[in-house]
């Protein structure tokens, strides 16, 4: 992990590798061009106010992700400037605020990957206010974020460099109670979320239910988070049908984790589930070829969940938070589940499955029961479940649905203030009744057209009376198939653990729903 030092250096005195700044389009008013932003005053000055000209002459544009590299002025100490594009420059009624933080997120981590095999970097940003900061430090961690584990030989890198070692926050105050509280934090979310990272990532021949649950079981132990584990005796004497229907193909039986951060008796509780089937064949539905190779994901929405309630301890925040990890690996077998089966859920309602593809819906639904029986005062899932969420937002987008309009827009917004993309999904009442099942209770498919709003629906069946609760769909961020962008890596990436958080905050702030 990339070490953050708050520092009130002048640029051009301070030792790095190199030095980071930002560039940008500049506003209609000033006419087209590139503009240096704020913090770059020094290294502009020591170019004689040329620095935006030498940097257009060198191809840069100011688009946000564009890095331009070039020599630092003579009387600099980092030999390498790297100025980082930051899109269009703020102006009017936004121009006193600055850039927007996720702008800021984003050149940070574009920056830091950059600047991969260099020990020391000092970020000259624009940073107006704690916000800023915070975001930035964000985005140095998350950018600089790399997954290693199987590319070391007897500490030799085979493949690529090492990560930024150290990044120094130019422009930020030490002392300051704000500005420490935002790297704080900042360092709390972005170490745990790089740790959901790593979970994604990790092959499922290493990763299982029964090795996950060590691992948050460590975890909990280390940050004084209660946890409890139930292993295939204690889900079948528990009657939790959904899981074990799901993990009986496999020879790795399933679990289902429990995390309970506690702060006070009288604070406000909110309740995480998260599916983490740690790898999905598709069971007897067995899925075609090309669609297996990154099914090691399909625990993203537990890592997630995991990611939360661990940043939430760390933080000490004002709100009791439990974390329900549905566990299990869906393989196809002698013993697996069949298409035609009907599954005793833990509420005591059956389900025919019709498609052993569509079981992270199954998981849920114990674990949803489960959280339900205590009354918390909202519950919020997460799962990679659906392909046709997908189809439906693309690959950087995940949807919200929710029993409550106000809270599903509640969850809508706080991703937003975080930099992750959601948008708002309606559950039609309409594609319930394609769920019907002559056979049991409920089947766990429906209408194929709006199939993500139909898993949708189906989750709510098990979620308690009157307990407000939201399904977070992010099939399509949690795992990066292409090149990395901004802050986000190839592979594993960590969505919705920062959305999550900030609902934890809003939570003990009273100011959710």
């Given at each position: 992990m990339t070490a953050l030092t708050l520092s009130t250096a002048a640029a051009p005195g301070l030792r790095a590798d190199a030095l980071v700044i930002g560039v940008a389009k500049s506003s209609g008013s000033k006419g087209a061009g590139l503009v240096v932003a704020p913090g770059a005053e020094a290294v502009d000055q020591a170019y004689d106010g040329k620095l935006a000209g030498v940097l257009e002459t060198l191809g840069a544009s100011g688009s946000e992700g564009e890095v331009t590299k070039l020599p630092a002025p003579a009387g600099f100490k980092a030999p390498l400037v790297v100025a980082v594009g930051l899109g269009a420059e703020p102006e009017g009624e936004d121009a006193d605020a600055g850039f927007d933080g996720e702008v800021l997120r984003k050149a940070a981590g574009v920056a830091a990957r950059a600047l991969a095999g260099s020990k020391k970097a000092a970020f000259a940003l624009p940073l107006v206010d704690a916000g800023d900061l915070g975001a930035i430090a964000e985005g140095v961690l998350l950018g600089a974020y790399s997954f290693d584990a199987y590319k070391d030989n007897g500490g030799q890198r085979k493949n690529g460099k090492a990560p930024l070692a150290e990044a120094a926050l130019l422009g930020a105050k030490p002392r300051d109670k704000a500005h420490k509280a935002a790297l704080e934090r900042a360092t709390a979310v972005s170490e745990e979320l790089n740790r959901a990272r790593d979970l994604i990532n990790t092959p499922p021949n290493d990763l299982n239910p029964e090795s996950f649950a060590a691992i948050a079981t460590a975890a909990a132990k280390e940050h004084g988070i209660k946890v409890q584990v139930l292993d295939e005796k204690a889900l079948?004497?528990?009657?939790?049908?959904?899981?074990?229907?799901?993990?009986?193909?496999?020879?790795?039986?399933?679990?289902?984790?429990k995390l309970t951060y506690t702060h006070s008796r009288n604070?406000?509780?909110?309740?995480?589930?998260?599916?983490?089937?740690?790898?999905?064949?598709?069971?007897?539905?067995?899925?075609?070829?090309?669609?297996?190779?990154?099914?090691?994901?399909?625990?993203?929405?537990?890592?997630a969940v995991f990611a939360a309630v661990v940043a939430a301890a760390r933080l000490g925040l004002e709100v009791n938070v439990t974390g329900w990890l549905a566990l299990a690996e869906n393989m196809p077998s002698g013993s697996a589940t069949r298409p035609g089966d009907v599954l005793r859920m833990f509420s005591g309602k059956t389900v025919e499955v019709l498609n052993t593809d569509a079981e992270g819906r199954l998981v849920l639904a114990d674990a949803l029961w489960a959280a339900s029986q205590e009354k918390p005062d909202a519950i919020v899932d997460v799962a990679t479940l659906t392909g046709a969420m997908v189809l439906a937002l693309g690959n950087r987008t995940f949807g919200v649905m929710a029993n409550d309009d106000a809270f599903r827009?509640?969850?809508?917004?706080?991703?937003?203030?975080?930099?992750?993309?959601?948008?708002?999904?309606?559950?039609?009442?309409?594609?319930?009744?394609?769920?019907?099942?002559?056979?049991?209770?409920?089947?766990?498919?429906?209408?194929?057209m709006g199939g993500g709003l139909v898993a949708g629906l189906f989750l709510r069946e098990?979620?308690?009376?009157?307990?407000?609760?939201?399904?977070?769909?992010?099939?399509?961020?949690?795992?990066?198939?292409?090149?990395?962008?901004?802050?986000?890596?190839?592979?594993?990436?960590?969505?919705a653990v920062r959305t999550l958080v900030r609902l934890a905050e809003l939570t003990a702030a009273g100011d959710l729903g």
């Open positions: 079948a004497k528990g009657g939790y049908g959904g899981i074990l229907g799901v993990g009986a193909g496999s020879a790795a039986g399933p679990r289902l984790v604070a406000k509780h909110l309740a995480l589930v998260g599916k983490g089937i740690t790898y999905d064949s598709g069971g007897i539905s067995l899925k075609p070829a090309g669609h297996n190779e990154t099914m090691k994901c399909d625990m993203s929405g537990a890592a827009a509640a969850v809508v917004e706080a991703a937003e203030e975080v930099g992750e993309a959601s948008w708002p999904m309606p559950l039609p009442e309409h594609l319930r009744k394609g769920m019907d099942s002559p056979t049991a209770d409920i089947a766990n498919m429906g209408e194929r098990f979620v308690g009376e009157g307990i407000t609760w939201a399904h977070l769909d992010i099939a399509g961020p949690a795992f990066n198939e292409g090149g990395p962008f901004g802050y986000t890596p190839k592979g594993g990436t960590g969505s």
